[in-house]
């Protein structure tokens, strides 16, 4: 990576920037304008960023930029008010889609592996998009929004024992060795 790569990172950037201010002009969230910044300017685009390094990198980026933002949104003296329940909420909404996807994979005759990620994918929610929401319907300091934000919070969270999960499975939905990696 070195003065190409520099390049190409401002030019997405522009890019991104350009789409969300458009895409803002027209009333919707600007998070659709990075997206579509991204399909364009990506493989499946025109084609200006196919390396995966460069995509990798790309996105941590991204989350770690996401991760900032919802940082400086977040206040921890109301954060702690609703962490009862917001971890309870998220830790249910896991497990009962999970639960779900398990049924509906038993008859479809899914893979457990393609049980398990189709099941994180479905039930964690974008803290981006959702933050952007509350604050444009101005619900961001309320009650729902405050339990929103910790719920989106609990479920960030719960991505590092997700990915602990998912980078030491070997297509079995159950290892009891697993459990060592989260206590």
């Known amino acids: 990576m070195g003065e190409h790569f520099l390049i190409e990172i401002s030019l997405l ?3 991104a920037l350009a789409g969300g201010m458009l895409f803002e002009w027209f009333g919707q969230p600007a998070i659709l ?25 790309l996105a941590e980026l991204g989350v770690q930029m996401l991760l900032y933002i919802v940082g400086m949104e977040l206040s921890l003296v ?4 609703v962490w009862g ?12 889609v999970f639960f779900v996807m398990k049924t509906l994979g038993y008859f479809l005759n899914w893979s457990p592996g393609y049980i398990l990620v189709l ?19 101005n619900q961001l300091d309320s009650r729902a929004g405050l339990l929103s934000i910790g719920i989106l919070m609990a479920q960030d969270l719960a991505i590092i024992p997700i990915i602990l999960l998912l980078r030491h499975y070997n297509d079995s939905l159950f290892q009891p060795s697993l459990l060592g990696k989260f206590i």
């Open 119 to 137: 099941s994180i994918s479905i039930a964690l929610s974008s803290t981006a998009v959702a933050i952007q929401l509350l604050q444009r319907i």
């Open 85 to 96: 329940i917001s971890a309870s909420t998220a830790l249910l909404q896991l497990f009962g």
């Open 33 to 57: 304008g990075y997206i579509l910044a991204g399909i364009i300017l990506g493989p499946s685009g025109i084609g200006l960023v196919d390396d995966s390094s460069y995509i990798g990198v």
């Open 78 to 81: 109301d954060f702690k008010k």
């Open 13 to 15: 950037i522009a890019t």
